[in-house]
């Protein structure tokens, strides 16, 4: 079975500061994906970025960005520039390749921007 | 842009009664999904479904949960009888047909509240 750990369960930063989010998954699969979602207040889930594990380059998306390391099986996600808007609950979830399957989540990582 | 949509955005209802949460998938995509979150725990999945039946459910899906696609367009979750602890969140999510669309799309939840 899959698991995704995420051991900081909350978090601060200061606005437009730098800040990195852990995320370490145990798999006896080759083949997946890696997402981190942000949940603000609303609770809708919302994908920030995503990465294939059989690409070794890092995938970023503007401000947002990971440091894979799929030998050590972690998924960091790091937030350049942080804004107050980026205050959410960010969930780092697993799934494997094919066959559209479910996604596991971890227990996530509550970030506050601080002004 | 195409978004998943779900309703009610809340429900109340009493210990032992039936809901039903409704789900309109984005049009063209054939896989969907269903995933609970208990307020300040982490998204856990229920049950996927593709070609009009189950292609994986969870421990949690016991007996009184089933799901359906009535028509071309909703997909629902009913809960038989429920008890105090299906309380939560409840998230629709759908992704594409194609084995390399893996992406899930989520819609904004049902918050289920049972009294």
């Known amino acids: 079975a899959q698991t995704v750990t995420q051991s900081q369960p909350e978090m601060s930063v200061q606005e437009a500061e730098t800040v990195t989010l852990s995320c370490t998954y145990d798999?006896?699969?080759?083949?997946?994906?890696l997402f981190w979602y942000k949940q603000p207040p609303s609770r809708q889930m919302i994908l920030v970025i995503r990465?294939?594990?059989?690409?070794?380059q890092n995938a970023t998306e503007n401000r947002f960005s990971v440091n894979f390391q799929k030998a050590a099986k972690s998924f960091s996600l790091k937030i350049s520039d942080s804004q107050l808007g980026d205050t959410a609950m960010y969930f780092c979830?697993?799934?494997?390749?094919?066959?559209?399957?479910?996604?596991?989540f971890g227990a996530g990582t509550r970030l506050t921007v601080k002004p | 842009e195409p978004e998943v949509t779900q309703t009610p955005s809340h429900q109340v209802t009493q210990m032992g009664q039936e809901v039903i949460l409704r789900c309109v998938p984005i049009?063209?995509?054939?896989?969907f999904y269903w995933y609970r979150q208990i307020l300040g725990q982490k998204v856990e999945f229920l049950v996927s479904?593709?070609?009009?039946?189950?292609?994986?459910k969870s421990e949690i899906f016991d007996d009184q949960f089933s799901v359906e696609r009535p028509d071309g367009s909703n997909f629902t979750l009913k809960i038989r009888s429920t008890k105090l602890e299906d309380s939560a969140m409840y998230f629709c999510?759908?992704?594409?047909?194609?084995?390399?669309?893996?992406?899930?799309?989520f819609g904004p939840g049902t918050r289920l509240t049972v009294t």
């Open positions: 999510a759908s992704s594409p047909p194609g084995l390399e669309n893996y992406e899930q799309y």
């Open positions: 798999t006896s699969e080759n083949n997946y994906y």
């Open positions: 990465q294939e594990a059989y690409k070794q």
């Open positions: 979830a697993f799934m494997k390749r094919y066959n559209n399957n479910d996604m596991r």
């Open positions: 049009s063209n995509h054939l896989y």
């Open positions: 479904f593709y070609n009009n039946e189950i292609s994986e």
